[in-house]
């Protein structure tokens, strides 16, 4: 979807040089080679940005010509993003904290001023999401058996109760100590250990409940018609009027002609045909 109203000018610049000068590989000194230009969406406005890339000019060197950004790039925004990282921590701020929807979520956003679409808001819960998963899974691969893990809240550390039940179970697999501080939750404890057991029946019960719901809504679909699996190539009344056109003598190369379809197709047509209705008439050998 294109954008529908033009993007306002930048009411802001900022130019951005690396702090190092020196190459960490090599020690000589680093040149700025180019610039690099873009505009970042903050909520205080749209800024542009002027980034200086150096490089080692030695040609020995094995970070010759290799660029290096600015150290506060990073602070500013991800790598092609257009929205600044502080927009998207408010957005996950209104949404796992303050349970906002989406749209309630891009109301927030236009009312201070952010020209934002829908659609970039879903994609910015998603860059959230990704942001947390990687710093939650660099804590964990960090911790050992005996470490305890501290959050502030339960909603911190899983984005669903799936996703925290499967991490308190990696955490008691490992012997890892959990604390909660909101929920006063600590597995060091008799009480805390009670909650491992809870959150075990929990993953049990979830389980159960996932296959359950799949169960049901298949049956469902089947009540109602439908069938799983990949659409049938050829309806059904064009493999009923195939059949009589092949019980009436005609060639199977003539029917692929006049019904539009592959051989291949036609034969596996008529034999999943065949074995649903169980019809010896049926002529299936390849002519």
């Given at each position: 979807m294109s954008r529908r109203e033009s993007?306002?000018?930048?009411?802001?610049e900022c130019v951005l040089r690396p702090q190092r000068e020196q190459c960490s590989s090599c020690g000589k000194l680093m040149r700025g080679s180019y610039?690099?230009?873009r505009t970042v969406c903050t909520l205080t406005g749209l800024c542009r940005l002027t980034v200086v890339i150096r490089c080692c000019q030695n040609q020995a060197c094995e970070r010759y010509h290799v660029a290096y950004h600015p150290e506060e790039e990073g602070i500013w925004a991800l790598p092609q993003a257009e929205f600044g990282l502080e927009i998207i921590a408010l957005v996950g701020a209104l949404r796992y904290s303050e349970h906002r929807s989406i749209p309630e979520i891009h109301q927030q956003?236009?009312?201070?001023?952010?020209q934002i679409s829908e659609r970039n808001v879903t994609h910015l819960v998603e860059r959230y999401e990704e942001l947390v998963a990687l710093r939650v899974q660099k804590a964990l691969d960090?911790?050992?058996?005996?470490?305890?893990?501290v959050v502030w809240k339960l909603d911190r550390l899983g984005r669903s109760l799936p996703h925290l039940i499967r991490i308190v179970e990696g955490f008691k697999k490992k012997g890892i100590a959990f604390k909660s501080l909101t929920e006063q939750m600590d597995t060091t404890t008799p009480h805390g250990e009670f909650f491992f057991g809870i959150f075990g029946s929990l993953a049990q019960y979830e389980r159960a409940l996932t296959k359950e719901r799949i169960m049901a809504g298949l049956t469902a679909a089947k009540k109602r018609g439908k069938q799983g699996g990949r659409p049938r190539a050829i309806s059904e009344e064009k493999v009923q009027a195939i059949t009589e056109a092949l019980n009436s003598g005609t060639s199977k190369a003539a029917i692929c002609r006049t019904f539009n379809v592959k051989r291949t197709t036609l034969y596996d047509a008529l034999r999943k045909t065949a074995e649903a209705i169980s019809t010896p008439s049926l002529h299936l050998e390849r002519a």
């Amino acid at each position: 979807m294109s954008r529908r109203e033009s993007r306002p000018e930048a009411s802001r610049e900022c130019v951005l040089r690396p702090q190092r000068e020196q190459c960490s590989s090599c020690g000589k000194l680093m040149r700025g080679s180019y610039h690099n230009r873009r505009t970042v969406c903050t909520l205080t406005g749209l800024c542009r940005l002027t980034v200086v890339i150096r490089c080692c000019q030695n040609q020995a060197c094995e970070r010759y010509h290799v660029a290096y950004h600015p150290e506060e790039e990073g602070i500013w925004a991800l790598p092609q993003a257009e929205f600044g990282l502080e927009i998207i921590a408010l957005v996950g701020a209104l949404r796992y904290s303050e349970h906002r929807s989406i749209p309630e979520i891009h109301q927030q956003l236009r009312l201070r001023g952010v020209q934002i679409s829908e659609r970039n808001v879903t994609h910015l819960v998603e860059r959230y999401e990704e942001l947390v998963a990687l710093r939650v899974q660099k804590a964990l691969d960090y911790l050992q058996a005996g470490d305890c893990l501290v959050v502030w809240k339960l909603d911190r550390l899983g984005r669903s109760l799936p996703h925290l039940i499967r991490i308190v179970e990696g955490f008691k697999k490992k012997g890892i100590a959990f604390k909660s501080l909101t929920e006063q939750m600590d597995t060091t404890t008799p009480h805390g250990e009670f909650f491992f057991g809870i959150f075990g029946s929990l993953a049990q019960y979830e389980r159960a409940l996932t296959k359950e719901r799949i169960m049901a809504g298949l049956t469902a679909a089947k009540k109602r018609g439908k069938q799983g699996g990949r659409p049938r190539a050829i309806s059904e009344e064009k493999v009923q009027a195939i059949t009589e056109a092949l019980n009436s003598g005609t060639s199977k190369a003539a029917i692929c002609r006049t019904f539009n379809v592959k051989r291949t197709t036609l034969y596996d047509a008529l034999r999943k045909t065949a074995e649903a209705i169980s019809t010896p008439s049926l002529h299936l050998e390849r002519a």
